[in-house]
């Protein structure tokens, strides 16, 4: 089982609230990722890390930010909640994966999510 | 059973069947694929691997078949079960300079009736 936790598994809060999702992994993996997923679709990468001070956007435009101050962690922050931020959101690590002229590739751990819901 | 076409949100089997579950990807510069196990509540588990100079891989009750001229990606299960009731997703990496980033499919509900 993966080494990868997240905090807190649900949360419910009003609309405005700053709120910040909690992600850790104890595997030393220097790439970390956000996803965001609706209930039985796809998965969605909103940020990710290639490691220490490494922050980058990803393919959905998501109203989030993020940190990277530690290898081991990665926390999510919606400075004013809103409705439409309801969702799951999922956080991944892997080690560098390298093209098919070296280094075998790893996949993705992913946590067990954080299921958001914003009244 | 079989998901048929590019895809189907969901598949329907029996305990002891074989199920296959099929996926189409975008990218003809993707370098290595991965199908997950998705369960209610939980995040996605890694089930089988491929790298794109291979056209099929095992493993336990597991098969992972890449058709690199159609892009299509299909994952077999043999004798389903019914703890093998999840949502699978595959999903294409592309070996990029700036890193490797995963692009996920929609995925499939596999429900596995007694």
């Known amino acids: 089982e993966a080494d990868i936790y997240q905090t807190p598994r649900y949360l419910v809060i009003g609309t405005g609230k700053k709120i910040t999702l909690e992600c850790s992994q104890t595997?030393?993996?220097?790439?970390m990722y956000w996803y965001q997923q609706d209930p039985g679709m796809e998965l969605h990468l909103i940020h990710y890390?290639?490691?220490?001070?490494?922050?980058e956007k990803g393919d959905l435009s998501s109203e989030s930010t993020v940190s990277r101050i530690r290898t081991e962690h990665f926390p999510l922050t919606l400075e004013s909640a809103r409705p439409s931020h309801t969702s799951q959101y999922l956080c991944?690590?892997?080690?560098?994966?390298?093209?098919?002229?070296?280094?075998?590739?790893?996949?993705?751990?992913f946590g067990p999510g954080t299921r958001l819901t914003v009244l | 059973g079989e998901s048929v076409g590019l895809h189907l949100p969901t598949l329907s089997v029996q305990e002891g069947d074989n199920s296959i579950i099929n996926c189409a990807y975008s990218?003809?510069?993707?370098?290595?694929f991965i199908w997950y196990k998705q369960e209610s509540g939980k995040g996605p588990q890694f089930i089988i691997d491929?790298?794109?100079?291979?056209d099929k891989r095992q493993g336990q009750r597991v098969t992972v078949l890449l058709n690199k001229t159609v892009k299509h990606l299909s994952l077999q299960i043999a004798a389903t079960q019914p703890g093998d009731s999840a949502v699978y997703f595959c999903?294409?990496?592309?070996?990029?300079?700036?890193?490797?980033?995963?692009?996920f499919g929609e995925g499939t509900q596999l429900t596995v009736n007694p």
């Open positions: 991944a690590s892997s080690e560098y994966m390298a093209g098919l002229r070296g280094v075998p590739y790893n996949e993705q751990f």
């Open positions: 595997m030393g993996h220097d790439k």
């Open positions: 890390s290639y490691g220490v001070n490494s922050t």
């Open positions: 990218n003809s510069a993707s370098d290595y």
């Open positions: 491929i790298r794109s100079n291979m």
């Open positions: 999903a294409e990496n592309r070996d990029e300079t700036s890193g490797s980033r995963l692009t």
